[in-house]
Structures are given as structure tokens and as C-alpha cells.
């Protein structure tokens, strides 16, 4: 469980903060913004987390391995 924590937490930042600005930039603050950011994030946060669970530790190795090279 303890390792599902930083996924979920990681994935929610990402998809957040990524949605929001990417609607914005599509399509401005306009009326509606709201709801399409919501529409956008509540599709985009499980397909993060997902790929979070799936992967978050293989490329947390990678990364190691790539700073011991540096």
C-alpha cells in the first residue's frame, strides 16, 4: 500500500496541473472553462495513476542508473 501512495499522489499533481493548462491554452478562460478542465482531468487522472503503478519503479531504476553515469 505504501508504494501506491506516491503514484496516486504524483498522477494527481501531473494530470491536474497539466489539464488545467492545457484547456486553458485550447481554449481559453472562457465560460465553460470549468467544466472542460473537469471533463479533461477526471478522464486523464486513472490513465495517469495506471501508468504511474505500471512504471513508476522501473523508471525510478533507470533514473538511478542514468545519474551513476553522470
Known amino acids: 500500500m505504501k508504494k501506491a501512495v506516491f503514484p496516486f499522489l504524483m ?16 481554449t481559453g478562460l472562457a465560460d465553460g472553462f470549468l467544466g472542460r478542465w473537469w471533463t479533461a482531468f477526471y478522464i486523464a487522472w486513472p490513465i495517469a495513476a495506471g501508468l504511474m503503478l505500471l512504471g513508476a519503479q522501473r523508471i525510478r531504476n533507470l533514473s538511478e542508473r542514468l545519474g551513476q553515469k553522470l
Do not use: D, E, R
Request: net charge neutral; hydrophobic share 70%; glycine share 0%.
Open 11 to 26: 498522477s494527481f499533481y501531473m494530470a491536474f496541473f497539466m489539464t488545467a493548462v492545457i484547456t486553458w491554452i485550447n
